[in-house]
Structures are given as structure tokens and as C-alpha cells.
């Protein structure tokens, strides 16, 4: 059986290789540094998806923020372990001489740019619709999504009619079709709040600020989502938005679009109650504008705990997203899993005040020394698997209360790799998912009984759903 990924960036780290198209680096190619810098290495080059038998992947475009290309400590950190960066693109990019639609296109471009391996004998099949789907074991199939609501500016950022317009382009579906855009990213963006996600630059950019999805947000979700003029609804994802904004796009669309699934790319969960949540301490930062709020470790299955940040999925979100007929990606960012020490979060003083977290006593339950010192490798690897699991089996205990055991038709993997993501020691590349499979199915048995859960299905055929036949399945309900 092939593999799935709901989620990777196997162009993102090549296009940044030179603003000149003919002196990029291949999207083919593994880039390796000399030093282990596991952020900066190729995770998903197409040689790697292909290594691991992936032959169906969703991609994200995705144009770099400016203050991310901006910013002196990116640089410093690819500066130092690369040349394969250039530098005089990544200083265009951040004072903003591409509007970002233009620097998204010409991404597009360089991701389409070589269809074929360097050998000449494995190709990629960018998808118009599941029914193009090649079988071939030489053959990526990929289908394009949109990472971020700022990719569709132009030159003049935040303007309604021209963002709108930008969209409908793709809308027409030709020549390429888009299965899903992510509202928001790590950076302001005018269509609604985001979750903090940017814990590597303190740039007021990444800090949220005000409450919810803005009048732009639902214009542009009501354009996306719409089958007007026979033109085929882009999904929304979640992954981004802030608890408050995605509470109300769950409301917009159930009002106005009730047949519309969720999607929920490359996801952790937070392994509680949006009502409820381990709040140890929080208080005012008048220099950023922002709530601080600092969590209790939340305990979990087999040693492991959740990261608690808002970024991930409270129950209520799982259940919303399960209710919908919507699918969940599992990311492989350790840091999403709950792997390490928690930092604190930021949030609006307006969202905090509407979320009324207060704090809570410590939750009981083991959680594993975060000193990890005494481990052999083998060690850590398999407890960010169990990390892995627990997501997945928190997401399958929420979801069975109300669409039973098709919850775990509704899981999938979203890996995130190459989006600067320090993956999970168990796979830390696309030419891994066979071990990553193999992993699920010999250790989900035990930690479901952990759970409390009975499997419906042998653990190896709910494997094949999580790294393929899910993904499959949701692709030929919706992109058709
Ligand atoms: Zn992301």
C-alpha cells in the first residue's frame, strides 16, 4: 500500500536557493547540511517522498512573510550553515519588493518547473481532480493547496476586491486547482486572528491582536467555499486560526454551508476541554500587547503529555471537525505532539476575555522526566511515536462519542515537513513513512488498550487508512 500526506513543502527549501529561476536548486534534490541542523535539511525533496512510496501528496503554496525573510536570526541561522540560501532574494522578500501573490505563482512555477527526476524515469502528476489519479508506482500525484490568506495579496495588501479577485482566479479551477487554503498563518493577516505559533522571532508581526474572523475572512471564506456558477468549493483549514476565529467559521459554515467538511491539516491536540484548559499562570505584557499564558505539563498515555497551546485542537474542535465529515492531518512536528518543555503562549486581551480561561490546579497523572539525557536514540524515537499516538488516540476518544468508529476514517497524516519543523525522531523524513506505518501498527494495540479503546479493525488495517486509504477516500469525496 503507497502513502499519504495531507500536508508537506517538498519545493520550499530549493526555491529560496536563488531568485533566478535557472540557478535553483531541484525540488528533486536532498539538501543536506554539515552539520545535523534538522530544521534546515530536506525532509520531503520528491526524491524523499518517493524513498517512502508517497504517491499522493497535498502541497501548499506558500509565500515566505516578510518579517520572517526580515528578520536578522533567520538569517543568521541559514547564514551560518548554508550557502544554499540567497541572501539577496531573502532581502527583496522581506522589504516586501514581491507582493506576495507574485511570490506565490512564482513558487508555483518552480514547483512545476521539473516535472521529471534528473533520471528522467519518475515523474509528478499535479492533480485537476481524484480522477486523474495515476496508479503508476513511478508517478507522484500532487494536489496544490494555499498555506496563508496573505498569499493572495498583490500590491496592495489587505484590499478587498483585489484579494477577492486574486482568489477567483483560482476558483476557475484552470490550469490548477486548489483543494484547500489555510485562512491565516504565523503573521497578522487581516482575514481573522491567528493562534501563536512563532516562538523564534519578537516581531509585534507574529503577536496576536483583536478577536476572531474580520469582514475580509468572510468574504473570502464565502467566495472559497462557494459552488456558484458550477465552480467547485477550496476547502478552509483551521490549522492557524485562533480558538475564537475558528469558533466562528464552525458557526458561518454551519449556517451557510452545513455540507462542507472541516479540514484540519497538520494538527496536535490540546488534549482538553476548550473550557478548561491547564492554565498554570497568565498576566499582562503591556510591551507586546498581549495575554501571557503559561500551562501545567498535561499528562497523557505511556509517559507522554500534549502541548496545550491554543494552536491545537480542543475537544470541542475535534468534535465539531468529526461532526462535519471532516478529516485531521497529524503533524510530525515534535513540538505540536507536546514533545519538550512547554513555553509560554500569547493571546489578544479580546480573545482572552472571551475564552475566560482561569487557572487550575496541577492535573494529576505521570508525565515522563523531560530529561532525556540517559536515552539511547532507539529510546527517543519511540517515545515521540508514543507522543504520536496519543494524539491520534485522544482525537479518536473525543470523536467515537459522536460519530462513533468513524472517527478513524476521518485521521490521516499531515506531516508539515520542510515548514522549518524539527519532526519527531521516529520520522524525520518522508523516506521513512514504511517505519512510520510499520511503528503504528505494531504499537497501537497495546496503547489503545492504555486508552481504553478496542480497536474496530486489525491495527494493521487502521494503519493503512492513517497513511493512505483515508486521505484517498476524502480526496475522492471533495476533489472530484
Ligand atoms: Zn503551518
Not at 24 to 39: A, G, H, M, P, T
Not at 146 to 175: C, I, R, W
Not at 193 to 204: C, P, R, S, T, V
Not at 269 to 279: A, I, W, Y
Request: hydrophobic share 40%; proline share 5%; glycine share 8%.
Amino acid at each position: 500500500m503507497p502513502h499519504f500526506d495531507l500536508h508537506c513543502h517538498p519545493d520550499f527549501k530549493s526555491f529560496l536557493s536563488s531568485e533566478v529561476p535557472s540557478r535553483r536548486l531541484s525540488s528533486w534534490d536532498e539538501i543536506r547540511y554539515k552539520v545535523n541542523f534538522r530544521i534546515l535539511r530536506s525532509q520531503a525533496s520528491h526524491k524523499q517522498l518517493f524513498d517512502g512510496d508517497v504517491r499522493l501528496a497535498v502541497v501548499p503554496l506558500y509565500a515566505l512573510e516578510q518579517p520572517i525573510a526580515a528578520h536578522w536570526a533567520i538569517k543568521l541561522l541559514l547564514g551560518k550553515f548554508s550557502r544554499l540560501v540567497d541572501f539577496n532574494f531573502m532581502d527583496r522578500i522581506g522589504d516586501g519588493t514581491f507582493p506576495y501573490f507574485n511570490l506565490m505563482t512564482s513558487g508555483l512555477g518552480h514547483l512545476a518547473s521539473e516535472v521529471k527526476d534528473p533520471g528522467g524515469r519518475k515523474k509528478l502528476n499535479f492533480l485537476s481532480s481524484i480522477n486523474d489519479l495515476s496508479a503508476d508506482s513511478d508517478t507522484l500525484n500532487i494536489v496544490l493547496s494555499v498555506e496563508g490568506g496573505h498569499n493572495f495579496f498583490g500590491n496592495n495588501a489587505g484590499d478587498s476586491e483585489e484579494t477577492l479577485s486574486k482568489l477567483e482566479m483560482f476558483k476557475s479551477g484552470q490550469p490548477w486547482r486548489l483543494f484547500y487554503i489555510t485562512l491565516t498563518h504565523l503573521m497578522r493577516s487581516g482575514y481573522c486572528n491567528q493562534a501563536f505559533g512563532m516562538k523564534l522571532i519578537n516581531d509585534e508581526a507574529f503577536y496576536p491582536a483583536g478577536k476572531g474572523v474580520s469582514d475580509l475572512g468572510k468574504a473570502f471564506i464565502r467566495k472559497a467555499l462557494s459552488s456558484e456558477n458550477g465552480q467547485k468549493p477550496i476547502l478552509i483549514d483551521i490549522k492557524h486560526m485562533s480558538a475564537v476565529s475558528r469558533m466562528e467559521y464552525y458557526a458561518l459554515r454551519k449556517a451557510e454551508f452545513p455540507h462542507i467538511p472541516i479540514m484540519a491539516s497538520h494538527m496536535g491536540v490540546t488534549g482538553c476541554s476548550r473550557t478548561n484548559p491547564p492554565l498554570k499562570e497568565a498576566h499582562w505584557d503591556g510591551e507586546k500587547n498581549c495575554m501571557v499564558a503559561t500551562y501545567h505539563p498535561y499528562p497523557a498515555l505511556s509517559g507522554t503529555k500534549f502541548n496545550s497551546w491554543s494552536i491545537n485542537l480542543y475537544d470541542e474542535d475535534i468534535t465539531e471537525i468529526a461532526e462535519s465529515n471532516g478529516l485531521i492531518g497529524l503533524s510530525l512536528d515534535q513540538r505540536i505532539m507536546g514533545v519538550g518543555k512547554d513555553s509560554p503562549e500569547l493571546f489578544s486581551q479580546e480573545e482572552w476575555d472571551s475564552l475566560g480561561f482561569a487557572p487550575t490546579g496541577k492535573p494529576g497523572g505521570k508525565v515522563i522526566k523531560e530529561d532525556d539525557t540517559y536515552m539511547t536514540s532507539r529510546q527517543i524515537a519511540r517515545l515521540h511515536l508514543r507522543y504520536l499516538l496519543n494524539n491520534l488516540l485522544h482525537i479518536v476518544k473525543v470523536g467515537r462519542q459522536s460519530v462513533g468508529d468513524q472517527i478513524w476514517d476521518q485521521v490521516c497524516i499531515g506531516s508539515d515537513f520542510d515548514g522549518l519543523i524539527d519532526p519527531i525522531d521516529y520520522c524525520r523524513t518522508s523516506a521513512k513513512f514504511p517505519d512510520l506505518k510499520k511503528g503504528i501498527e505494531k504499537h497501537l494495540p497495546e496503547m489503545a488498550s492504555e486508552a481504553g479503546l478496542s480497536l474496530p479493525a486489525p491495527a494493521r488495517v487502521l494503519a493503512d487508512k492513517i497513511m493512505y486509504k483515508n486521505g484517498l477516500a476524502f480526496l475522492q469525496k471533495h476533489f472530484v
